[in-house]
């Protein structure tokens, strides 16, 4: 015989069953983040990959020149020289030594190795602000990295910096949340490594100390701040020990010296004035923020959304903290190059985030709305995309070089450098007399001379005149079968006070020794530009003030 339900029972029975929210998306299909990571890294290394072919600028023919000079035995400092640390040598070399010394090779090696930072910039991001709001922000940090105005297309060293912050930074992350001293050491060793590239990545660095300082202001914990805070140092240390080992192994530490600290600090960061630096500051940040006007107001909106976020105080700090040491990186020399601003992408990235943090947090209880959210966030890049496609999808380069380099012969050195190419045979030397080193890229050569880029030996220092007599010497005893005369002001950089020992000089032994075989006549800043060949150089009447100008040894 059945018993009765009880009245508790029943009024069990009775009530209504509550309707459980589903979990979001992420969370009931894990592998969907993967798929769009993947996708979204993918979509811009083809984008990316549209430039292989793109005419290099003077500094990244520079870098790449510097890396194949390390691998053939040469001294740095001594046998070529540069303002800058001798990781950039030494990892151009590496770069050089994987990917080939042909330009087009290693442009296609830094896709890769700017799809590897965009994976370790996504999980900094994820880490650092949330995964869903990282994933948002990700094609847009893509698009900002691609900026043309920023050098987006380019093998600028920013780009090597950028891979070793992220990668650094995202291990800090992870290491200070575990405890784990060796990923801790590895951040300061990646974080150290940076700095020793170009001296910016400083700026992140100090940026990696302050998340273990607001850690101990919020737990008060002395002696975790303390131990964390000492691996980390101990391992920036450690690639500045092996540096300093490796200059005094090569017995260049003296010039390494003078070059690293005593030339830039007398004669080139301290020539800018303030007032010709706010003047470059206004020109470089307009031509940037004009091509992707969208995401910087996504970005200045950022900068307010933050205020409001329900974050905690220690988080907004740390985020505040990494935009303005991110965009310290542009500063120094104020000189505020295009491809300075490569290193506060990351920054203008997160100040993006913000803003989508703070639409997320507004529609959290709308289910409808968030749909709406998502689709805006898929919008923005794949509409900035779309706006933009004679860029990003049918890049004309020559267009591109001189809408940003203006009349730099950048397209015609790349002319230059493939006639070179072409007709140069084993044991042939080459001379450029202008500050074009991408030419010996080109031509898969090294200089005669450790003077490649003619603006030092112009510059207004104590050394002008013995430089200048250097090169001379150097051409006259080698005596190489080719010289690149390149007449531009910017290849040249003179002036009313320059030393024009060098500058008369080449007036007068290229004419004498040397027969003019072929002309890049700039007709014009917009890329206009004849091209003139053996004895037709003769009785063409140039067109243009600017031009290169071929010389074959008689």
Not at 503 to 509: A, D, F, G, L, R
């Amino acid at each position: 015989m059945s018993k009765k339900p009880t009245k508790i029972a029943q009024q069990k029975v009775n009530q209504p069953k509550i309707k459980m929210e589903s979990p979001p998306l992420l969370e009931r299909f894990p592998w969907l983040e993967y798929v769009l990571v993947a996708i979204t890294i993918v979509v811009l290394f083809f984008l990316r990959e549209n430039f292989v072919g793109i005419a290099f600028e003077r500094d990244e023919g520079d870098y790449a020149m510097f890396g194949k000079w390390l691998l053939t035995g040469a001294k740095p400092y001594v046998d070529f020289y540069e303002m800058k640390p001798p990781g950039i040598f030494l990892i151009y070399a590496l770069v050089v030594k994987i990917f080939g010394y042909e330009y087009t090779s290693l442009q296609t090696g830094f896709c890769y190795i700017n799809s590897i930072t965009l994976l370790f910039s996504y999980l900094f991001f994820k880490k650092f602000i949330g995964r869903s709001t990282a994933l948002a922000v990700l094609p847009v940090y893509g698009f900002l990295l691609l900026n043309p105005n920023a050098s987006g297309f380019t093998i600028q060293a920013e780009f090597l910096v950028l891979f070793f912050v992220v990668a650094g930074l995202y291990l800090l992350l992870i290491g200070h949340e575990r405890n784990n001293y060796f990923l801790i050491i590895t951040a300061g060793i990646l974080l150290g490594f940076s700095v020793l590239i170009k001296q910016a990545g400083v700026f992140f660095c100090l940026f990696g100390a302050l998340v273990f300082i607001l850690d101990w202001w919020k737990n008060r914990k002395l002696k975790k701040l303390l131990s964390q805070l000492s691996a980390y140092t101990a391992g920036g240390i450690i690639p500045l020990f092996i540096i300093i080992f490796w200059l005094q192994y090569r017995g260049v530490s003296k010039e390494a010296f003078f070059w690293i600290v005593e030339y830039p600090g007398k004669y080139y960061l301290s020539n800018q004035s303030f007032d010709a630096g706010m003047n470059l500051l206004s020109i470089f940040s307009k031509n940037i923020m004009e091509q992707q006007p969208f995401f910087f107001f996504l970005a200045f909106a950022g900068i307010v959304s933050g205020l409001i976020l329900k974050i905690s105080r220690e988080k907004k700090i740390l985020i505040y903290s990494f935009i303005l040491l991110s965009g310290a990186t542009i500063v120094p020399g104020l000189r505020f190059m295009s491809h300075y601003w490569i290193l506060f992408m990351p920054g203008i990235a997160l100040s993006v985030a913000l803003t989508y943090k703070l639409l997320e947090q507004l529609v959290n209880n709308f289910k409808p709305m968030k749909i709406l959210l998502a689709v805006i966030f898929f919008c923005v890049p794949v509409g900035h995309l779309f706006s933009a496609t004679s860029y990003y999808i049918n890049p004309n380069f020559d267009t591109i070089l001189h809408g940003v380099y203006g009349s730099n012969p950048f397209p015609e050195t790349k002319v230059v450098g493939d006639y070179l190419k072409q007709n140069m045979k084993e044991g042939d030397q080459l001379f450029v007399a202008g500050s074009e080193p991408q030419i010996y890229l080109y031509a898969n050569t090294l200089g005669v001379s450790r003077h490649n880029f003619i603006n030092f030996i112009n510059a207004k220092t104590p050394f002008a005149k013995q430089w200048q007599l250097e090169a001379i010497h150097d051409v006259e005893t080698k005596k190489p079968r080719y010289i690149v005369l390149v007449v531009h002001p910017f290849s040249w950089m003179l002036d009313q006070k320059s030393d024009m020992t060098f500058y008369k000089w080449t007036q007068e032994y290229f004419n004498k020794y040397y027969d003019q075989v072929l002309l890049a006549d700039q007709i014009s800043s917009r890329g206009d530009c004849n091209y003139v060949m053996g004895k037709d150089i003769l009785t063409y009447q140039r067109k243009g003030q600017q031009f290169v100008l071929v010389f074959e040894r008689k």
